[in-house]
């Protein structure tokens, strides 16, 4: 009776356990600190998904530098980032530009950030 208890327990805590840390290798979404915007502007927000925050800052600002490439300010990046596809959903005004990027890698790699960029 009593290995029957511990067993039960031992089945109980496992089950536990991998409901509180989800599923193997499961990546979870996390909020970074924002890197310095290299431009007249700012990034407001960096949310990353199976990459480092690192990772995450390097990207927006390389994601940057592509936009600056392709048509100063206003740009638009349109090829890979780091072999990143990136996405701009974007609203301007005369004076600025508002921005959310998102950009994938393999399906399981995320990295979105917001910004707004003074015109």
Partial sequence: M?????SLLLVCLTTATLALTGPAG?????VCT??????EGYFTTLTVKGV??????KLAIAYYRCRVRNGGRKGRCTSRVSDFR???QRTTIPTE???????ERGGT??????????T
């Fill in 2 to 6: 009593r290995r029957l208890r511990v």
């Fill in 26 to 30: 499961a990546a979870t979404t996390r």
């Fill in 34 to 39: 924002s890197p310095k915007y290299p431009g």
């Fill in 52 to 57: 480092s925050c690192s990772t995450g800052k």
């Fill in 86 to 88: 990136c996405t701009e």
């Fill in 97 to 103: 530009i508002n921005a959310r990027v998102t950009c």
């Fill in 109 to 118: 790699q995320t990295v979105v950030h917001t910004y707004q960029q003074n």
